[in-house]
């Protein structure tokens, strides 16, 4: 807990992924800040916040291969 622990975790996760072939995307996901993360080119998997009063207060993570293969497809909205 604590901003400056999760900071440093997600930055030596982050350095350990690029090191194993993993690229990433800035994304927004369902209007939040997220991390779209490739392995060999594949979605593996998203990684969103939640930011309240201009803090991150969750954290989620999503692998669910059915639910990746809708990530990079396009909804039409319609009123």
Not at 14 to 37: D, F, K
Not at 42 to 68: C, F, Q
């Amino acid at each position: 807990m604590g901003a400056d622990k999760v900071g440093k975790l997600m930055g030596v996760g982050i350095a350990a992924a690029q090191e194993m072939g993993m690229s990433m995307e800035l994304v927004h996901v369902n209007c939040w800040p997220a991390l779209l993360i490739r392995l060999d080119g594949e979605i593996d998997s998203v990684l969103s916040v939640r930011v309240d009063e201009g803090l991150v207060s969750a954290i989620y993570t999503v692998r669910n291969p059915e639910k990746l293969s809708r990530m990079m497809e396009e909804s039409v909205l319609t009123r």
